[in-house]
């Protein structure tokens, strides 16, 4: 193969899954790694590609720091996450359990789904989640506190840290601005990555309720690896290559 056709080959590969690596594409290939970062340093200077550590990605996958706010996002493919937090109900332990809530609108949208006639106690530090859960008459809502984030209406800081850390539900609904086999679950904030972080921790076992529009995305801070989601719930959107790396990692993949 012609480096010109190895190359169109790569950058094909880079627009339909978003991000590829040095090492795959060398094995793939069958060429050297050097020969590869050549490759994406000339899709690069094409304006192609984003040069990465290890690899390369879409420009428009790129590192985020930016994040709208909870209205913009309430709006943002309702549909897809109403359909994820209906099918994430499969999940839901049965009467007597407990779950764990993390901020979010597709996690709302799960809490919306759930139940009236399940006793369960569930904890958020989310004050949407918790306004809406506290309707519902056989649950126990505990509403984690500590500073009250704007853009989220989630409560973040050490001592939302440290209560999640004293709590083992039988499950954690999580959401994640970003999610890449590179960088894991990410989000743009310090904070709430922290607390996202204790809420894995804590759960025994974690679902990450994300519409298709996350994957290949990452955002400034990584919360969690791969290896700690053991079900993501998502849309039909998702590519099949994608599809296929996920469930190769043994996480149960579900579309809504």
């Known amino acids: 193969m012609y480096a010109e056709e190895r190359q169109l080959a790569i950058a094909t590969e880079v627009r339909d899954r978003g991000r590829v690596s040095v090492a795959q594409l060398a094995t793939r290939f069958d060429v050297t790694g050097e020969t590869v970062r050549r490759d994406l340093s000339v899709l690069a200077d094409q304006g192609v590609v984003?040069?990465?550590?290890?690899?390369?990605?879409r420009p428009d996958v790129a590192a985020v720091v930016d994040e709208p706010d909870l209205s913009q996002r309430e709006r943002?493919?309702?549909?897809?996450?109403?359909?994820?937090?209906?099918?994430?109900?499969?999940?839901?332990?049965?009467?007597?359990?407990?779950?764990?809530?993390?901020?979010?609108?597709?996690?709302?949208?799960?809490?919306?789904?759930?139940?009236?006639?399940?006793?369960?106690?569930?904890?958020?530090?989310?004050?949407?989640?918790?306004?809406?859960?506290?309707?519902?008459?056989?649950?126990?809502?505990?509403?984690?506190?500590?500073?009250?984030?704007?853009?989220?209406?989630a409560a973040v800081g050490a001592g939302t840290v440290a209560?999640?850390?004293r709590l083992r539900p039988s499950i954690a609904f999580l959401g994640?601005?970003?999610?890449?086999?590179?960088?894991?679950?990410?989000?743009?904030?310090?904070?709430?990555?922290?607390?996202k972080r204790a809420m894995i921790a804590a759960a025994n076992r974690v679902v990450v309720l994300a519409d298709s529009s996350k994957f290949n995305r990452e955002d400034l801070v990584s919360f969690g690896t791969l290896d700690d989601v053991d079900v993501i719930v998502t849309d039909s959107g998702i590519d099949d290559a994608f599809h296929a790396e996920l469930s190769a990692l043994d996480i149960e993949v579900v579309i809504a």
């Open 176 to 195: 994640t601005n970003g999610l890449s086999l590179e960088h894991g679950l990410s989000t743009p904030d310090p904070d709430e990555a922290a607390a």
């Open 50 to 57: 984003l040069r990465v550590h290890g690899g390369a990605v």
């Open 76 to 153: 943002s493919r309702l549909a897809e996450k109403t359909a994820i937090g209906i099918a994430a109900q499969a999940f839901v332990p049965p009467s007597g359990g407990s779950i764990m809530f993390d901020a979010g609108t597709t996690t709302l949208r799960a809490a919306l789904a759930l139940p009236a006639d399940t006793e369960l106690s569930v904890v958020t530090n989310a004050l949407p989640l918790a306004a809406h859960l506290a309707t519902l008459p056989l649950c126990e809502v505990t509403l984690v506190g500590g500073r009250v984030r704007g853009r989220t209406q």
């Open 163 to 165: 209560a999640f850390g």
